[in-house]
């Protein structure tokens, strides 16, 4: 038997894939997704189901094809992600926007600071999965930086966790 809170999470994933079926058959960067991802996002908002609106920010940052439009998205979903007072979740909303800072803008510096902050708030969360994502990003952009030995570093413990899994 569910808990209230373990039913709540599968009724706002259930809605979320329900909403998502209208437009996951679309390409990355395919404008004619958004009318369909907007519902989703609007949904969200009134519900103030701020997960289900980290993930359908997610989806509109998949398929803008503006890079501008994809940091929007990318910043209302790291806003989300603070509403939710979920660690886990505000790492995972500050990863998506590094990873539009770095794809595309190719800012690694605002990359890093935004993996930083996800990884300084992924630390607790108990996620290894999330926890090691960042880590790889981190590892990434510090070699694009001009810090080898750092990124070195990262993704030597990347490696290693990757290993074992």
């Not at 009318?35 to 998949?62: C, G, M, Q, T, W």
């Not at 992600?81 to 979920?86: A, P, V």
């Amino acid at each position: 038997m569910l808990t209230g809170a373990a039913c709540a999470a599968q009724q706002t994933l259930v809605r979320y894939e329900q909403l998502q079926k209208q437009y996951q058959h679309f390409s990355e960067n395919d404008e004619q997704a958004l009318p369909f991802v907007r519902p989703s996002i609007a949904v969200a908002k009134r519900d103030r189901n701020y997960r289900h609106l980290i993930f359908a920010y997610e989806d509109a940052v998949f398929h803008s094809p503006a890079k501008d439009q994809k940091l929007r998205f990318a910043d209302s979903a790291v806003a989300a992600g603070l509403l939710i007072k979920d660690k886990a979740w505000a790492g995972r909303a500050h990863l998506g926007r590094g990873v539009v800072w770095y794809f595309s803008f190719r800012n690694y510096r605002k990359a890093l600071e935004d993996y930083l902050t996800a990884a300084n708030n992924a630390e607790g969360s108990g996620d290894p999965y999330l926890i090691y994502r960042i880590k790889y990003q981190i590892g990434v952009v510090k070699s694009h930086l001009g810090y080898p030995q750092e990124a070195l570093h990262y993704l030597r413990r990347v490696t290693a966790f990757f290993s074992k899994t």
